[in-house]
């Protein structure tokens, strides 16, 4: 499927993933619209989010096609539909979303707002306005405590280790009702651990930045024995990019019913790095950037602690089934991916 002059929804595209994806579109694609929707929730400084969507605005100053941009809630189902009755994207890429895994322990209304009843209203949306492929962002998360790996999507996903993880399975199972019941070509995409520019401050390399620039002490859970699957940021957008285009195909049964146009993916680098050798990495990268001085006792800032409530040891995907599919490897190493991460942030400072 050709992108050029589709309107396409991307909701959460201030958000760290959608930005990079809106702009990437922007650059892609020759005229079409791209509308960004998004409730620029406080989960995290709002002001970076401004930022990302100043950039995305900036950059459809040069881009053949339009962007615009509407504040709104997805579990606001009226201001939701107002949209598609406007616009009728015919495709929706779905990454507004509660995310991270520790929150949930005390906010669980928000993830059950965003999570569950926005994406049912995305659901609803696109059985009523009709569009060509719903593509929504899942989680590695569904895997809970999976010990087989790599994690394959034939693997279990029953077992989640905490709601963040419960309602994006949930997900993947309202999207699949609604593709067997009303035809609606739906990709659901398990993202593993994703990095970079302008990324979220909740996130261990963010959040580990932030408080050795204060001065802070930065925990290393399950005493740095945890492995986790990093995917820098282009990756994920060219991945993306790549599903947009490629709807699953509709295809009608023995029974005379459709076969729900419905697939699941694994993005991920498909090369678990340690903890502990990511952390030397950044640090390194934080010198070498400017953002923290060379003599920096690192040594004094870190405390060795035990696995926290909700969270997982290793995480690993298996994207052969992507690969396949979609011609395409994450391929940039966390050396190349934290560079242009910390570069980014001594340009940023927050
Ligand atoms: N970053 C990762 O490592 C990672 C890993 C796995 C899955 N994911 C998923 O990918 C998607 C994008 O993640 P991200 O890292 O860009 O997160 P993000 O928090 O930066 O972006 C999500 C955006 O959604 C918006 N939002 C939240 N609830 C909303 C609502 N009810 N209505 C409208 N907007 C709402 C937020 O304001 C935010 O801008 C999410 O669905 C997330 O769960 C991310």
């Not at 994806?21 to 922007?26: D, H, P, S, V």
């Not at 900036?58 to 053949?64: C, D, G, I, K, T």
């Not at 395409?328 to 991916?337: A, D, S, V, W, Y």
Request: net charge negative; aromatic share 12%; with cysteine.
């Amino acid at each position: 499927m050709n992108l050029n002059h589709k309107t396409i929804l991307v909701t959460g595209s201030p958000g760290f993933i959608g930005a990079h994806l809106a702009i990437r579109l922007l650059h892609e694609m020759d005229c079409g619209t791209i509308i960004s929707f998004d409730s620029m929730n406080d989960y995290y400084d709002p002001e970076l989010k401004e930022y990302r969507l100043k950039r995305i605005e900036e950059n459809a100053q040069n881009a053949s096609a339009k962007h615009i941009f509407i504040k709104g809630n997805l579990a606001d189902k009226a201001v939701l539909n107002s949209v598609f009755e406007r616009y009728h994207p015919q495709i929706v890429v779905n990454l507004a979303a509660q995310a991270g895994v520790r929150y949930c322990i005390d906010h669980p209304d928000s993830y059950i707002e965003s999570n569950l009843i926005g994406f049912y209203n995305i659901l609803e949306a696109c059985r009523h306005y009709t569009v060509e492929h719903l593509v929504f962002a899942s989680s590695s998360s569904v895997y809970g405590g999976n010990t087989k790996i790599p994690f394959s999507t034939d693997d279990k996903t029953d077992q989640p280790m905490n709601l963040y993880a419960a309602t994006k399975k949930s997900d993947e199972l309202l999207a699949h009702a609604y593709a067997k019941l009303f035809n609606i070509p739906s990709t659901g995409l398990r993202f593993f651990t994703v990095y970079g520019p302008a990324g979220r401050p909740d996130m261990f390399y963010y959040s580990a930045t932030l408080k050795l620039i204060k001065g802070e002490t930065i925990q290393i859970y399950n005493y740095g024995n945890c492995k986790r699957d990093f995917t820098y940021i282009d990756d994920i957008i060219e991945g993306v990019y790549r599903v947009m285009k490629k709807p699953p195909e509709k295809k009608t049964g023995e029974d005379g019913l459709p076969i729900p146009p419905f697939k699941v993916y694994n993005i991920g680098g498909g090369q678990p790095e340690n903890i502990l050798d990511f952390i030397d990495i950044l640090q390194k990268e934080l010198v070498r950037a400017g953002v923290l001085p060379k003599n920096y006792d690192f040594e004094a800032h870190r405390e060795f602690v035990p696995m926290q409530m909700g969270d997982v040891a290793v995480t690993y995907a298996d994207s052969l089934a992507f690969e396949q599919d979609f011609n395409f490897r994450p391929n940039i190493g966390i050396q190349e991916g934290l560079r242009s991460y910390t570069l980014w942030y001594a340009s940023y400072g927050k």
